[in-house]
């Protein structure tokens, strides 16, 4: 058209303030509908607990029971600071229904685990675990890990003792402390979901 190629669109409808409001947008556009980057902060005067901030969004968190750490450490309840990258959705495929994301999305089986003992080759890997074995299981009675993101924290170089199992997951009632995870109320990690991908980082400060 003119020299200028044509631009395909979408119609987009969401709601705001109870109307339906339609929105035209360039399919280049649909690519930044995924999150770039979430900073996570802690609230001043409670270590334990933190803000998510993705654009206009400010998400309440619960975090490690020892506040954001520099130096991370296995079992410290810390959260480690740095940035990044999301990894994999889990979910409970037996509880609810596929959440969408543009991350992998994997069902939670139920010798679904993770290793957390840094003497092991596999630490800070998924694994499978027969009944009684320890680990930190994936499959609870609770619904904490109904919704698991990984994290690629300690994974290249995967350092013994620098930390396992860190995850973006469901937060305990009034956002209770974490062993090191950081963990939203269900609802607002859900609606997350749909705008996370594998380019999304996760900048926690």
């Known amino acids: ?35 770039r980057c979430l900073t996570v902060r802690r609230r001043p005067g409670n270590r334990s607990q933190g803000w998510l ?16 750490r520099a130096n991370k450490r ?12 999301l990894r994999r959705l889990w979910w409970r495929a037996d509880r609810l229904a596929r959440p969408a994301s ?7 089986g139920r010798q679904d685990a993770w290793c957390e003992d840094p003497d092991d080759r596999r630490y800070n890997c998924a694994v499978k675990l027969p009944p009684g074995a320890p680990g930190d299981r994936l ?8 919704y698991i ?3 690629n924290h300690n ?3 995967r ?3 620098r930390g396992s199992a860190v995850f973006l997951h469901v937060a305990r009632d009034h956002l209770a402390p974490t062993a090191g995870c950081v963990a939203l109320e269900a609802p607002q990690l859900r609606r997350l979901l749909a705008r996370l991908g594998e380019r999304t980082r996760i900048l926690i400060q």
């Open 102 to 108: 543009r991350l992998p999305v994997h069902p939670i």
């Open 139 to 146: 499959w609870r009675s609770d619904h904490v890990y109904d």
């Open 1 to 35: 058209m003119r020299g200028e190629k044509s631009k395909l669109m979408l119609v987009v409808m969401y709601r705001r303030q109870d109307r339906n409001v339609t929105a035209r947008i360039g399919l280049s556009s649909v690519r930044r509908l995924t999150f």
């Open 159 to 161: 350092v013994a003792g």
């Open 74 to 85: 296995e079992g410290d309840g810390g959260t480690p600071r740095g940035s990044f990258r």
């Open 53 to 68: 901030t993705v654009g206009a969004l400010h998400i309440p968190v619960a975090l490690g029971r020892s506040g954001i």
């Open 155 to 157: 994974i290249r170089p």
């Open 149 to 151: 993101v990984e994290m």
